[in-house]
């Protein structure tokens, strides 16, 4: 069966840099998720869409933005990294008539 | 707001064992869903079991079953005949019902660490 797929699978960014993170959900369902997972810590929300449209919105910095596109792909947009951005970020999809949520393998981000 | 406590860090049980792993959280909420994440040491997301607040049987997957208990607000998961591959972080999460294409998200405890020694 067709998994999340998440690319970078690894990304080593600098300070102040920019970074992009691109998820695929599952075939079918319109609904994804971002999460972050720093060091030892249980993910955390960051932001979701629906139909295209942001849906719900967690604790994302400001530095941070995201959007779902027309074929449901999201991406992730973080600037002016800082190293407390470093973080295994999954993004998780749902069918709409579901309420099951299915996690890609994460982007790990590492800012030095 | 929704709050999830795992209150065993870490837990230790032999191959072929029963453990426990023990889950509380606090809503307002009545309609939602509860669920028990296994994150081995690849760090993938795996979801192991879930269960519907307003079903009162208790899920069933295999060897792994929970002990839900509404009133108490509690949701354990039992993991029987233990093995080698059930090593790793179990994260127990709430979920709000949502309706009409709402979107909900996940809220986690701070996990469960469980080695499975031989």
């Known amino acids: 069966a067709a998994g999340v797929i998440q690319s970078p699978r690894h990304l080593i960014k600098e300070k102040r840099e920019t970074a992009t993170l691109k998820c695929y959900p599952i075939p079918r369902h319109d609904t994804v998720y971002w999460y972050q997972q720093g060091p030892g810590q249980d993910p955390q929300f960051l932001i979701s869409f629906y139909e295209k449209m942001q849906s719900d919105k967690g604790s994302i910095p400001d530095r941070f933005s995201a959007q779902q596109f027309s074929d449901y792909h999201s991406e992730l947009n973080m600037s002016s990294l800082e190293l407390g951005d470093s973080a295994l970020y999954f993004c998780?999809?749902?069918?709409?008539?579901?309420?099951?949520?299915?996690f890609g393998p994460g982007t790990r981000l590492t800012v030095t | 707001a929704q709050t999830v406590t795992q209150s065993q860090p870490e837990m230790s049980v032999q191959e072929a064992e029963t453990v426990t792993l023990s889950c509380t959280y606090d809503?307002?909420?009545?309609?939602?869903?509860l669920f028990w994440y296994k994150q081995p040491p690849s760090r993938q997301m795996i979801l192991v079991i879930r269960?519907?607040?307003?079903?009162?049987q208790n899920a069933t997957e295999n060897r792994f079953s929970v002990n839900f208990q509404k009133a108490a607000k509690s949701f354990s998961l039992k993991i029987s005949d233990s093995q080698l591959g059930d090593t790793a972080m179990y994260f127990c999460?709430?979920?709000?019902?949502?309706?009409?294409?709402?979107?909900?998200?996940?809220?986690f405890g701070t996990g469960t660490l469980l080695a499975v020694q031989p």
């Open positions: 269960q519907e607040a307003y079903k009162q």
């Open positions: 998780a999809s749902r069918r709409g008539d579901g309420y099951e949520q299915y």
């Open positions: 809503t307002s909420e009545n309609n939602y869903y």
């Open positions: 999460a709430f979920m709000k019902r949502g309706y009409g294409g709402a979107t909900n998200k996940l809220i």
